[in-house]
T-cell receptor
Framework: EPEVTQTPSHQVTQMGQEVILRCVPISNHLYFYWYRQILGQKVEFLVSFYNNEISEKSEIFDDQFSVERPDGSNFTLKIRSTKLEDSAMYFC???????????FGSGTRLTVV | QKEVEQNSGPLSVPEGAIASLNCTYSDRGSQSFFWYRQYSGKSPELIMFIYSNGDKEDGRFTAQLNKASQYVSLLIRDSQPSDSATYLCAVRVGGSTLGRLYFGRGTQLTVWP
């Protein structure tokens, strides 16, 4: 079964450092998303991406965050200057139509120390 | 504010019983409703979705939607210990560009043998 792949599975970084989280969506999917889940909290939307541009972003997705699809397969989330409160599980997801239930990757656990 | 509310549980049922999970949502413009299962430390996994009022069955799972009451539920028949997980209700609001989902906090289900 096709899957969304995320790397790394766990990243520890110092406060103020930049991190890049990587995702390979399902190959024929056209819509891509990042969500995050702070331990014990809801899954929260960060950003959606279609046709090589951001289509929607939440209030969490401030200037410290950016996304890119540098080639035909990878989809990345960059956090420029990490804060302690960025510690969370970050999930990438992709969707064929944008209206169906999408497939999540296995997640990257980001720990900011 | 687009709220999705679920009883956090834990809900505990014996093996073979029916588990009933409930979800209410605040936005009357909500159009699509999704149930995800999340095992501890893992990513959400889509179980099923429903768009129209009434029931939708898929194997041991039945989703029920009542838009007038802003209520969606998931029934799990013949519950198995492997069904023990957190069940997340998610809602897509009409006009939401390209698929943003709003998640509830989830209901923790334990099925005991």
């Amino acid at each position: 079964e096709p899957e969304v792949t995320q790397t790394p599975s766990h990243q520890v970084t110092q406060m103020g450092q930049e991190v890049i989280l990587r995702c390979v969506p399902i190959s024929n999917h056209l819509y891509f998303y990042w969500y995050r889940q702070i331990l014990g909290q809801k899954v929260e939307f960060l950003v959606s991406f279609y046709n090589n541009e951001i289509s929607e972003k939440s209030e969490i997705f401030d200037d410290q965050f950016s996304v890119e699809r540098p080639d035909g397969s990878n989809f990345t989330l960059k956090i420029r200057s990490t804060k302690l409160e960025d510690s969370a599980m970050y999930f990438c997801a992709s969707s064929l139509t944008g209206q169906d239930g999408y497939t999540f990757g296995s997640g990257t656990r980001l720990t900011v120390v | 504010q687009k709220e999705v509310e679920q009883n956090s549980g834990p809900l505990s049922v014996p093996e073979g019983a029916i588990a009933s999970l409930n979800c209410t949502y605040s936005d009357r413009g909500s159009q699509s409703f999704f149930w995800y299962r999340q095992y501890s430390g893992k990513s959400p996994e889509l179980i099923m979705f429903i768009y129209s009022n009434g029931d939708k069955e898929d194997g041991r799972f039945t989703a029920q939607l009542n838009k007038a009451s802003q209520y969606v539920s998931l029934l799990i028949r013949d519950s198995q210990p492997s069904d023990s997980a957190t069940y997340l209700c998610a809602v897509r609001v009409g006009g939401s560009t390209l698929g943003r989902l709003y998640f509830g906090r989830g209901t923790q289900l334990t099925v005991w043998p």
